[in-house]
T-cell receptor
Framework: GESVGLHLPTLSVQEGDNSIINCAYS??????FIWYKQESGKGPQFIID?????DKRQGQRVTVLLNKTVKHLSLQIAATQPGDSAVYFC???????????FGTGTRLQVTL | NAGVMQNPRHLVRRRGQEARLRCSPM?????VYWYRQLPEEGLKFMVY????????ESGMPKERFSAEFPKEGPSILRIQQVVRGDSAAYFC????????????FGPGTRLTVT
């Protein structure tokens, strides 16, 4: 079936380094993608989104890249901080359905 | 400036009891979504509701689970005759409209079935 998946379950980076979290999706009809951050015991927190008519979008310290050719999505976090430690999920929406399909998540660990 | 509110935050039920989870959307939001999350997994869509209407319940189990979003009051996710496999975190999200895709999540209700 259609799914969104992540390559790496855990990513460990040093404070100050850049982080890259990857996500693969299989539904070619998906036209909207979101990255969420989830800290332990909390609900998912919106980070950044991108529509399929774009290939890059920047926020504060974060950048999302979309490669529709290979159905790949990535989240880049610049100058990673201890507060960035969390599980990151990508999610997709096909536009005609309001539900989000989530990937399994990548745990980001920031070391000092 | 309250966000999405869910209560209770933690709920313990014995097998066979009923669980009622409540969700109050953000102010101005009329669309509510329920998701379930098992430990170390992503969120799975359950149901999408607007006021007094169920729009998409394709992720809801066929039995024991029901959801409503009345004209007044919070959205309710009801699980009857709970089993241990129902133990999970249940998250509610809300959005301003179906064409406004951004969904804001509540803190979740952690259901434990003993």
């Amino acid at each position: 079936g259609e799914s969104v998946g992540l390559h790496l379950p855990t990513l460990s980076v040093q404070e100050g380094d850049n982080s890259i979290i990857n996500c693969a999706y299989s539904n070619s009809a998906s036209d909207y993608f979101i990255w969420y951050k989830q800290e332990s015991g909390k609900g998912p927190q919106f980070i950044i989104d991108i529509r399929s008519n774009m290939d890059k979008r920047q926020g504060q310290r974060v950048t999302v890249l979309l490669n529709k050719t290979v159905k790949h999505l990535s989240l880049q976090i610049a100058a990673t901080q201890p507060g960035d430690s969390a599980v990151y999920f990508c999610a997709e929406n096909t536009g005609t359905a309001s539900k989000l399909t989530f990937g399994t998540g990548t745990r980001l660990q920031v070391t000092l | 400036n309250a966000g999405v509110m869910q209560n209770p935050r933690h709920l313990v039920r014995r097998r066979g009891q009923e669980a009622r989870l409540r969700c109050s959307p953000m102010k101005g939001h009329s669309h509510v979504y329920w998701y379930r999350q098992l430990p170390e997994e992503g969120l799975k869509f359950m149901v999408y509701l607007q006021k007094e209407n169920i729009i998409d319940e394709s992720g809801m189990p066929k039995e024991r689970f029901s959801a409503e979003f009345p004209k007044e009051g919070p959205s309710i996710l009801r699980i009857q005759q709970v089993v241990r496999g129902d133990s999970a975190a249940y998250f509610c999200a809300s959005s301003r409209g179906a064409v406004t895709y951004e969904q804001y999540f509540g803190p979740g209700t952690r259901l434990t079935v003993t």
